[in-house]
């Protein structure tokens, strides 16, 4: 497994890290039903094959991942063969079923807290801010308490998840970014215009995610199974998964399809290695449920590109306007 630097101070990180979104289950913000037992052979069977981080967040399942991700990792020495990155930031503690981007410093250190207990751990490896805050918060006073919880050892780094330019520099002025984890696949190529290029420039590390685009770029959705998702999966409320755009990335998938028959690649392996190929990107987040998902896009993380593979995804990309 291929390893690159996280951000100027952080780890050497396998170049494709395991998302627990889908470990979230249902209830809040998950991705429908899970079973526990398959969720923890997941985790640990990607760790087994090389893979060292894991990636939640406190929203997903409004808990349940973390807790799924600390006793799947529990075997493991956190810390040093595994790291877990979590986020916070995406406070439901108000109740009434809202989620509110909060970064006043007082929550992060409450949030820090419950996800410290959630994952079973006393530090958290990489805990990031999901996104920024909305509701008047200046950004100053939340990197400040992250930098408070790195010197309390509550954290060993401290990131930001989806800041832009602005917001990651003033950050970064008081005190180093590890990192910033920002969306990059074939169908949502913004982040190379800017913040990317930024990261780069000033040491500060990428962890893209949704590179599959959430499964739309696996090749094993169509409109039918879209439409029978249930209820309670986010999926439902992700503009990918609308009109027009839905229409046009499931065009892409078929587009898609004879060029990685071409070079003997799955589609998830193909989507996940452009991602990793874009200069500044230190590495990307790739969900799974089952062990057999993780073996299928596992080859990314060896696999560069072809420059005629390059050529033709960028004109599948053209063709079908995603």
């Not at 985790?43 to 990636?55: E, K, L, S, T």
Request: net charge negative; hydrophobic share 40%; charged share 20%.
């Amino acid at each position: 497994m291929r390893k690159r630097r996280l951000g100027p101070t952080g780890p050497e990180i396998s170049v494709i890290g395991l998302g627990a979104w889908g470990f979230g289950g249902v209830g809040g913000f998950g991705l429908g039903p899970i079973d526990e037992q398959e969720a923890l052979d997941t985790i640990r069977h990607a760790v087994d094959c090389g893979i060292n981080w894991v990636d939640t967040a406190a929203v997903y399942g409004l808990g349940h991942s973390e807790e799924v991700v600390g006793r799947a990792l529990a075997p493991f020495n956190v810390g040093t063969d595994v790291y877990i990155f979590t986020k916070g930031g995406q406070n439901w503690y108000g109740g009434g079923g809202a989620l509110v981007r909060d970064l006043r410093p007082e929550s992060i250190r409450f949030e820090c807290e419950q996800s410290l207990q959630r994952l079973g751990v006393d530090r958290i490896d990489l805990y990031q801010f999901h996104w920024p805050d909305a509701i008047g918060t200046a950004v100053e006073d939340s990197w400040t308490a992250m930098i408070d919880l790195i010197a309390q050892g509550k954290v060993r780094w401290g990131g930001v998840s989806n800041f832009d330019v602005s917001l990651a520099s003033r950050c970064h002025t008081l005190s180093p970014v590890e990192s910033n984890q920002v969306p990059l696949s074939l169908i949502n190529r913004a982040s190379l215009d800017s913040i990317i290029p930024w990261c780069q420039e000033n040491g500060v590390g990428v962890i893209v995610y949704a590179p599959l685009a959430t499964g739309l770029l696996t090749g094993t959705f169509d409109l039918p199974r879209i439409a029978n998702l249930p209820n309670d999966d986010g999926r439902r409320r992700l503009v990918r998964f609308q009109e027009p755009q839905l229409s046009r990335t499931l065009a892409l998938v078929e587009r898609l399809r004879p060029i990685a028959d071409h070079f003997d690649l799955s589609l998830s392996t193909l989507a996940i290695a452009w991602t990793l190929i874009a200069r500044g990107v230190t590495g990307a987040i790739a969900g799974a449920r089952t062990p057999a998902q993780v073996d299928g896009w596992l080859p990314a993380s060896e696999m560069p590109l072809t420059h005629e593979a390059l050529a033709r995804i960028q004109a599948a990309i053209a063709e079908t306007g995603v």
